[in-house]
Structure formats: C-alpha cells, structure tokens
C-alpha cells in the first residue's frame, strides 16, 4: 500500500493519457523487472520515453510510405512473362494452398520486395487490379503471359523484379495501359505451341523402344495436317474438357488456325512443334485436341470420330501428357485498334522483346521439354495407354469418373 500511492501520485502529477493500449501491459511490465528501491516516477518515465519512441518509428514510416506514393505513384501496366512450368501447379495463386505452389505465388513475392506493390497487395490481389490473359495448368510454360496490374513505377522496375525471382521465370517487358485495362477480357485470341516426339504419330504396331529412329514422313505429316485443319472454326467442344454439358453455351469455341510444323532432330530424337491459336480454351481442351488427331492417325480411331466428338454425345477423348504445352502469345488486336495510336499508349505489340522472347525458350523451356521426354518417357507411356479408350461406342461412366477425379487431383483452371 506504501508504494502504490506514490505511484498513483506519479500517474497524476506526470498527466499521461492512456493513448497507447499498450500502456498498462508495459507498466506492469517494467514494474515487475523493477528492482526494489527504484522510484515509482523513473519507472512512468521510461515507459514514456519508449511509447514516444514507437510513435515516433511509426510516423517515419507511415511519412515514408506516402513519400513513396507521391515519388513512384500507382500506374496500370501490363507485364510480359515467360516461365519454365516444371516443378509449378499452374499460373494461378490459390490463397490457402501454400504446398502447391504456383508462378503466381513467386510473382507477387519479388513485386513485393521490389517495392513495386505493398504488402497488403500481397494478400489480397484485388488491391492492385490483378489478372492474368491465361491460367495455364500444372507443368505447363509459357513465353508470352502477359498479366495487369497497377504497380510502383520504381526505377529500373523490370531489373529490380527479376532481381527476386527464379531464373526460371522473368519478366520480359513492361507497357503503360489504361485504367480499365483487363488482360482477360482484352484478350482477342492467344496462341499455344505443343512439341512432342514424331514417334507419336507412328503405327500403333510399331516397336517404341526404337523411338530415336523414327521419322515422320511426309505423308503423315500431310494427313496430320489435314486433321488439324478440321478443328477451324466454331465447334462445341464439350467432349474436350472436363464436367461441361454439351447444352453448355460456353462449350462453343471458335479456332483461327492449327497445324504441325516441319520435324526436327534435338538429342537424336525427331519433334515437331503443333501450333493453334483460338478466341480462349477451356480446361485441358488443347491437350485432347492433339490426343484424338494421335488417336486417328496411329489407327485406333477413324476421322468420323472427330465430328462425333461435337455431337451431343459423349465421346471419350484422351489427352495427350502436359509436357510439351507452351503458351506462346496472346493477342490485343481490337484494344491495338482503339488505344494504340491514340498517342498516350503504346500498342501491346513485343517485337522489341522478341529476342530475349527467344533466347528465354531456349534456355529455359526447350531442353525442359526435350531432356524430360527422353529421360521419362511421358508420351510413349501416355501412348500405351490409347488401347482402352473405345472411339467406337460413347463414353462409359467410369471413364466420367476417372475425368472427375484427375479434376480434384489437378488445380482447376479455364485455360490450358
């Protein structure tokens, strides 16, 4: 009782407020590491002097953070973005799935600690106008993402984001937008390429362990062409994804071009590259475009498969391995048409990147591809499994349910 009314005439004579919360927690604090025979007043000022201090850091950073809004203020921007999928579950950031880590997750991570967006951004994405042209599925590249959003513009701001991310992932290019900008919805089309091993397209009699000898020739590179061309235009793909009801308006896609390029030799294996380009794709939709077309041409299927397969009824349709898929471009024709000689925007064109563009695929993406497909082997084990998919009849119920599961088992996205 002896120390408690000088301490209370300490608190009155001193006339602190109790704006900190904190206060009373550090008061008995520091009164319980007093040592005994301390005056109650010196106590009252040190705990002053500290909450003084942390109003004080406070305020510099808070001083500091609007200096750095009016220095480098927030401006709409598109990024382009090339990366390597392996070892990624796909482009989109799911809050909450800290395990499956996604290109996303890396992204935001080195915009941060570029000071480009603040921390807060960081949890939530809306903040800073997020969005990406293409959510790519698990393993898949890409050379061309371009994604939007509304970020510092620090000096030298493409170095200093790289400067924080994995090599195997960079930041190719930076344009100012406008504030409505949306790389979704601004999206005219986008292009993907596939490479996989000619020996894809050989007899299903022939030997796969001499896979390295085959060579495409180039009647079944014409006949494979000719497939490829049956996919232009408007069609309900309904049977090319996963869950989609061929009544489903949103089943309708609308493909511009299609086709196979030359072979080519890369570690004593022949490839080939496949290009398509299409107004958007759902779901795993290019993959089982190019599974059927392998299905046909190695015998398994007739081509009449190819119109049934936009029928209303089932059809089971394989998908080809994840491997190969790389999202080449995307493109902005209308929004090139509108804003782009405007004189304040520059049209979302690269051609300036196009070499780093390049030389990113060949570091980076190419010998991914090729290294993995000799090594494991993904499309000749795919391959084996053509045998049990019945072309003839609609798609049974347990093969509805194995889609179901790869679903649950994959991170869903709408685009390839």
Known sequence: MLFVRPLLSALGSSRLRLRNKDFLTKLVYNMSEVPEGVPSDKVLK?????????AVAKKLKTDDSIED???????????????????YYGMQRNPGNSQFRTIEDDLVTALVKSGCI?????DDMKKMS???????????????????LKVRLVDDIIEKINQHLPLQIRVLGLKRVT??????????????????????????????EKAAAFRLSPETLENVNRLFALYKGTHNFHNFTSQKASCDPSARRYITQMSCGKPFICSDNEFVEITVRGQSFMMHQIRKMIGLVI???KGYATDNVMERSWGKEKVDVPKAPGLGLVLERVHFDRYNKRFGGDGLHEQLEWNKEEAAIQAFKE??????????????????????????????????GSQGNEDQKLVKEEIQNDSD
Not at 46 to 54: K, V
Not at 76 to 83: D, E, H, Q, R, S
Not at 130 to 148: I, L, N, W
């Open 46 to 54: 040190r705990i002053s002097e500290d909450n003084e201090d942390t």
């Open 69 to 87: 809004e009016k220095k480098y203020p927030k401006k709409k921007v598109v990024l382009l973005i090339a990366y390597s999928g392996k070892g």
């Open 118 to 122: 603040p921390q807060e951004h960081c």
């Open 130 to 148: 997020f969005q990406r042209c293409a959510r790519t599925d698990k393993g898949v590249s890409a050379a061309g993402q371009v994604v939007s």
């Open 179 to 208: 504030q409505g900008f949306n790389s979704k919805n601004n999206c005219d089309a986008r292009t993907y390429s596939y490479t996989l091993p000619t020996v894809a397209f050989a007899s299903k009699d022939y030997d796969t």
């Open 295 to 297: 299905a046909v041409v």
């Open 363 to 396: 570091a980076h993406i190419y010998p991914t591809i090729v290294e993995t497909e000799c090594q494991e082997g993904s499309m000749i084990s795919w391959m084996a499994t053509l045998p049990i998919h019945d072309f003839k009849a609609t798609a049974t």
